[in-house]
């Protein structure tokens, strides 16, 4: 009888450490975006960003925005927005997030590098892309 309690106690410790090994691994793959919108406006409210509609264009030569709401955030959180054009890298930038737990980030894309073609946005933190964005870029 010794035997068979020695043996529950260690398939319930086996079942438990790999229950807490996926929990583990489900927290590191946890996408902390909950929405964004890339357009000719910023948006600094959770209440207006989720009001607000994604644009299937946008026009050359005018600034344009990422506002994005992460969840699940500690403060301090760096995130990268990765602009590109026609597949050419052309702007960087990496910014923390100055809320606890969720909160607003707004980059930015000066309108002098905005020119005709497919712009496309990713959203990463470390070497995970946790939400990109296409859009058409049109002449004036």
Known sequence: MKTHKSYMLSAFVLGLTTLSIFALVSCGALNTVASFIVSDRQYNEQKDLERARQPEQLTAGKDVYASVFFIESPKGMEYTAK??????????????????????????????????????????????????????IVEE
């Open 83 to 136: 602009w590109s054009i026609g597949g050419n890298v052309i702007k960087t930038d990496t910014q923390k997030l100055s809320t606890d737990r969720k909160g607003i980030i707004v980059y930015s894309l000066e309108g002098d590098k905005v020119t005709v073609g497919t712009l496309r946005l990713e959203i990463s933190y470390e070497d995970s892309v946790l939400a990109s964005r296409e859009l058409a």
